[in-house]
Every structure is written in C-alpha cells, then in structure tokens.
C-alpha cells in the first residue's frame, strides 16, 4: 500500500501528469457530453437500421423510454462531475460501471473499432481513480472491512 501510494503522491508532484489528467478528464468529458445529450433529449443514438446487430440492439435501447433518457442524464452528470476538482474522484467512480457497460456492449455486440476506443476510455477512467489513490483505498478498507464483518 505505501509503495503505491508513495509512487502515486510522486507523480501528482509532476507537472507534466497534472497536465495529463486535466486533458484526460476533458476528454472522458467530452465524450459523453453529444450521447448523453441525444439519450436526454429523447434522439436515436444512431442511424443504422434493425437489420444491423448494432442498430437493432441501439433501436431496442431506444425503445425502453425513460431508462434511454436516464442513461443520458448519467453520462452528462458524470461528465460534469469529472471536470469539477472537489467532485472529480466522485464523477471517476460514477464513470467506470458506465464504461464497463459500453465496452461489454461495444465489444459483445461487434461493433468495428468502437472496442479500442471504449477500451482506452476504461484505462483513462482507472487512471483517473488511481490518481486519487488515497480516496479510493480509503473507500475500498472500508468496503473490505464491512463485508468480512457480515460473515463473522
């Protein structure tokens, strides 16, 4: 633990790392900010037919209602989360089971390059936790402790 610690409060001294997760929160940011905005206001993800695998599992998606708009108004509360520093840890761990959602879907479902991209945004956002390593072993000790005390 203070290895990883040590290590992680080293490189949050690094100037060039500060940069890097600024860029980083942005663009997990932005990437949700458009599908969000579509789900929210009630607009089809995409334009493929039901013929597709891929259209015809987003049109099912589409078809569910309210649950298509609440998916889109998690992705815009967490992309606003994830660029305000006191709420950004908080907007992290909203963001991972979202995008371990979209890499499942994206990687089951055969979309073509959407995995690397979905993938890639999955490393981004478990950079993002590590970068605040503390708070996220504070919450994992207290996790840990309150589920072997359900078992004793």
């Known amino acids: 633990m203070h290895v990883i610690s040590n ?17 980083t929160r942005i663009l997990l940011s932005l990437a ?3 599908s969000g905005l579509k789900k929210v206001l009630g607009q089809r993800f995409t334009l493929l037919g039901i013929d597709n695998p891929v259209g015809f599992f987003f049109e099912a998606l589409y078809q569910t209602g309210f649950y298509w708009q ?24 909203i963001y991972l089971p979202i995008i371990i ?6 990687t089951s479902v055969g979309f073509k390059g959407t ?9 981004a956002n478990i950079y993002l936790l ?10 994992m000790k207290i996790i840990l402790s309150n589920t072997s005390n359900r078992f004793v």
């Open 101 to 106: 959602n979209i890499f499942i879907i994206v």
């Open 130 to 139: 590590m970068w605040d390593y503390k708070k996220l072993h504070a919450i």
């Open 32 to 34: 949700f900010i458009p």
């Open 7 to 23: 290590r992680v409060e080293f490189i949050r001294q690094k100037t060039i790392f500060k940069l890097f997760t600024w860029c």
């Open 70 to 93: 609440f998916i889109g108004l998690m992705q815009l509360m967490v992309a606003l989360l994830i660029l305000i520093p006191r709420t950004a840890f908080l907007g992290a761990l």
């Open 115 to 123: 995995p690397y991209i979905a993938g890639l945004m999955l490393l």
